[in-house]
């Protein structure tokens, strides 16, 4: 498939709303203090961006509530959030959560005219009018295009359940990214056959502990369900498939995500060796400095057109995805924590300080790298997809 990997003007007047918002209600230094917190999240933040800005509904068609966005303006605003290391719900919400409902809806849209919206096309609109957050309970480090193994199973029965259509679930799921600020969670579960469902977090049976976090500006939670009610969106096939669209597309936004943290750590980097003297001379007109700057910005050229190339194909869904996903994670993952680690060395004593903010971007380039599979791993399944033996 041939690709225009420029942005579009709507995908850079997109970008720039996201970026002044940031500027104006999350500056970085403010997200220090943030993340001595418990509740690193901002709700004031994503409310803003959710409704006002109508990020919540950026993928979501028109007819019920969204923008009819692509993943193409998606990445877009993920690299603006990346860059500002945003402590919001975007990725696991806008992006993992509506993906799979998305795919639910479309398994369902045989529906009889008249009809109730099926329960998928029900949440999507609480999702678009930003009533609702949503987070999908797997492991932040699953990856496509193998499904995590549900730690969720159904259990028995209570009285009423079948007139209400309630299932009882119960299980743990470790490690679940954007899952505190949740109002809906949605459930990959075993059964016979295995399906997902909806439970609101808040539901008798759901508890949502927070994990200490490497990256608090994305805290990590433990989630069990002790016979919790939840309503069946997709079973079978659909359910699986649902679930898998959902990891690809999370693997191609946070690789876009990436690419925003690298671009800002090099921009911050250059800024302070420009202005940083030794011996009465900028520290970036030294040659060594010159050079590894000059990698790095070679580095995330390319990874730049790795991602764009897989957000492009996501979009269209072109058979190439697979391959653009595998190829983007494993590329933008690796140069976020270059760019991170770079950022943090050549900003000398400074860099390694709490004062300073580039520890945040380590921390989110570290977590995110290991988020809906490591490099490692997306290399493995990039040299399966393309038939390339390994070395003996």
Known sequence: MTVDLLYTDDERTLADAVRSLLADRAPVTGLIKRVEQPDTYDAGLWRTAAAEIGLAGLLIPEALGGAGASYREAAAVAEEFGAGVAPVPYLGSAVVATTALLAAARASAGRAEGTAPSPAAALLKRLASGDATAALAVEFSAFPPALPAAGVRVSGARPGDDEDGVTRLRGTVRSVADALPAGVLLVPADGVPGALYAVEADAPGVHVAP????????????????????????????????????????????????????????????????????????????????HRLADLWTAIAQARAASRYAAACLAAGDPDTAVAAALAKSACGDVAVLAAEEAVQLHGGIGFTWEHPAHLYLKRAKAAAVGFGTAGAHRETLAALVNLPAPA
């Open 211 to 290: 994990v200490v976090s490497l990256d608090m500006t994305r805290q990590l939670a433990d989630i069990t369900f002790d016979d919790a009610p939840g309503r069946r969106v997709a079973a079978g096939e659909a359910a699986d498939a649902a679930v898998a669209d959902a990891l690809t597309a999370g693997a191609v936004v946070l690789a876009a995500e990436q690419l925003g943290l690298a671009q800002r750590c090099l921009d911050m980097t250059v800024a302070y060796v420009k202005e940083r003297k030794q011996f009465a001379r900028p520290v970036g007109s030294f040659q060594a400095i010159k």
